[in-house]
């Protein structure tokens, strides 16, 4: 038995798992919302109380966390949680247990995925053992990448959500400027990422007040923005809720462009996350695209790299199963994991 976690800012997913015959047998899964917990142990107590394994029969535990690890602790970045390693194998009767970023579980379950869980973007082929370029927009930005070494991919993890917001054309550099008011630096976690959304939104909003719809502006008292915003855009076709999409859109693009543009993906470039399979209509429009491979005298590079949307909502719950089965078997095992499984974006 295999306890497996993606452990976000705003909702937590846990699942008991495991591996038979080289599948993943989903024994007891849970999602929930952090705000309604205190810390993320009141997570685990719950998906405990709900099912019918006990601690005991814990062979492994690998949960993908929202923020940096510190040795064998986490502390997410936009949510008040730590996360301690050797308390929770103590709770599991000493099991192995390990952290890793979000972004390194979703890197690790890329290879588990069936074409069909992939909505391509931009159709080139895979380089073998190319660099591979995961991204994910949710509460935050989640960046990772996988590098192959000595016959396996390694994940890299990452906090290049907080690197510096660049704009890419006039629209992008009018946002900036009226985000940043005192502030010496915007990061582009601060643009693309839910929050994001709804601060391109306020923006748009402030800069045509008569263009805010009496419906939107309602829902937005009561509901999440983001949410709302985008439901709002892909529903409604409300016109100032578009406008905010699709600059967020853009912006993301940009941004995954340029880091692109520094690891050179001919392995593949991942969106994942949340917010992209919501968003997956608005992406395959063609705006994305376009702010990823406006990058000047490297636009045709930028256009040389395959580009996907990972649909699949456990994809960080593949990646840590298949970690914490390395885990429970060896290093061989985990060697094998690592093996390269796609051939093409296609």
Request: aromatic share 6%; glycine share 12%.
């Amino acid at each position: 038995m295999l306890l497996v976690g993606d452990v976000g800012a705003t909702n937590t997913r846990l699942a008991l798992a495991g591996i038979g015959d080289g599948a993943i047998e989903w024994l007891h899964e849970a999602c929930f919302a952090d705000a309604k917990l205190a810390s993320f142990d009141a997570a685990l107590d719950a998906l405990f109380a709900g099912a019918s394994i006990e601690r005991k029969r814990i062979g492994a535990a690998c949960l993908g966390v929202a923020g940096p690890i510190h040795g064998r602790r986490a502390q997410l970045t936009n949510r008040d949680w730590a996360i301690d390693a050797d308390a929770i194998a103590a709770t599991l009767h000493d099991a192995p247990v390990t952290l890793v970023n979000d972004l390194e579980a979703a890197a690790m379950g890329i290879d588990a995925l069936p074409e069909t869980d992939l909505a391509v973007l931009q159709e080139r082929p895979t380089a073998p053992g190319g660099v591979r370029l995961v991204i994910g927009a949710g509460t935050g930005l989640g960046i990772a990448y996988a590098v192959w070494c000595a016959g396996r991919y390694r994940i890299v993890a990452s906090e290049g959500g907080h690197a510096g917001f660049a704009p890419g054309n006039a629209r992008q550099r009018r946002l900036l400027d009226a985000l940043c008011g005192d502030a010496e630096r915007i990061e582009a976690e601060y643009v693309v990422c839910g929050a994001g959304l709804e601060r391109i939104y306020a923006v748009l909003r402030d800069e045509n007040p008569a263009g805010e719809s009496t419906e939107l502006k309602a829902e937005l008292r009561v509901h999440a923005g983001a949410a709302a915003i985008t439901r709002f855009a892909l529903e409604r076709h409300d016109h100032l809720a578009c406008d905010a999409l699709d600059l967020f859109v853009d912006c993301y693009g940009t941004v995954a462009g340029d880091q692109a543009l520094a690891v050179l993906p001919h392995g593949g470039v991942f969106v994942v996350g949340g917010i992209a399979a919501k968003i997956l209509p608005r992406l395959e429009a063609g705006g994305f695209v376009r702010a990823f491979t406006n990058k000047g005298a490297f636009s045709p590079l930028a256009k040389s790299f395959p580009i996907a949307v990972v649909t699949n909502e456990r994809l960080g719950l593949i990646g840590a199963t298949r970690i914490a089965s390395a885990l429970a078997s060896g290093p061989n095992t985990h060697a094998a994991l690592m093996a390269p499984g796609l051939g093409a974006l296609r």
